[in-house]
C-alpha cells in the first residue's frame, strides 16, 4: 500500500477533503492530510484566494515541501484545485512516486520548474467545462509528464464543477462522476511500479 500526502484546494480542508481520506484510508493507504490554513476554511473562492495571496503561493510551496520531508521517498502527490499546484512542487523537489492532480494542473514554468521529475506518472481529472481550468494547461503537463519518459493519464468528466468530488459543495458535486473518479484514483494510487 502507498503513503499519501494529500493537499487541499485554495478552500482549505473541507468535508471533501476529509472524505478523500477516508477513501484511501479505507483502501488501506497510509494518508497525510496537509493542512497549510491550519483549520481555516472557506465557502467563498474569491475570499480564500485573497486568504492564498496574502500568505504568498512561494510560501505556500514552501511549506507543502517542508510538510512531507519526513515521508518516504514512494511518496503518492495528490492535490485538489490549488493543491495540485502543491503535488506538483513537492514532486519537482523530492522523490515521489506518482502524482494526482484533481482540477489542478498547472504548467510547470508558473511554478518555477523546468521538467516534471523522470519516471513519475501522473492522473489528471476535471471536468468539461470547468471555470477555473487554464487553457493549454492539461496539454502542457501531460506534455511535461511525457517528455519524462512517463505515462499521463487525463480523465474528463461531464458537467461544470471544479470541486466535484465534494458533496458539501452542492452545486459543484457530481456523485457519479466522483464514483468514476474514485475508481481511477484508487486503480493508480495502488498500481505497481514498475522498475
Not at 5 to 28: D, K, M, N, T, W
Not at 40 to 66: H, I, K, N, Q, W
Request: net charge negative.
Amino acid at each position: 500500500m502507498s503513503t499519501v500526502a494529500l493537499f487541499h484546494s485554495v478552500l482549505g480542508v473541507r468535508e471533501g477533503v476529509r472524505l478523500a481520506a477516508e477513501r484511501l484510508r479505507a483502501a488501506g493507504h497510509t494518508v497525510h492530510v496537509i493542512d497549510q490554513y491550519d483549520g481555516r476554511v472557506f465557502d467563498s473562492y474569491d475570499e480564500a484566494s485573497a486568504y492564498a495571496e496574502g500568505v504568498g503561493y512561494p510560501a505556500l510551496m514552501s511549506s507543502a515541501l517542508a510538510a512531507v520531508e519526513d515521508l518516504p521517498d514512494d511518496l503518492v502527490v495528490m492535490g485538489f484545485s490549488n493543491g495540485g499546484g502543491m503535488a506538483t512542487y513537492v514532486a519537482g523537489n523530492r522523490p515521489v512516486s506518482r502524482a494526482v492532480l484533481c482540477s489542478g494542473a498547472l504548467p510547470l514554468e508558473m511554478i518555477g520548474q523546468d521538467h516534471w521529475p523522470r519516471g513519475v506518472p501522473a492522473q489528471l481529472h476535471y471536468t468539461l467545462h470547468d471555470p477555473f481550468r487554464r487553457p493549454g494547461s492539461v496539454e502542457s503537463v501531460l506534455r511535461s509528464v511525457a517528455e519524462a519518459g512517463a505515462v499521463g493519464e487525463f480523465l474528463q468528466y461531464p458537467g461544470a464543477g471544479h470541486l466535484f468530488t465534494d458533496p458539501s459543495l452542492p452545486e459543484e458535486f457530481d456523485g457519479a462522476a466522483a464514483e468514476v473518479f474514485w475508481d481511477a484514483v484508487l486503480r493508480f494510487v495502488g498500481a505497481k511500479i514498475r522498475s
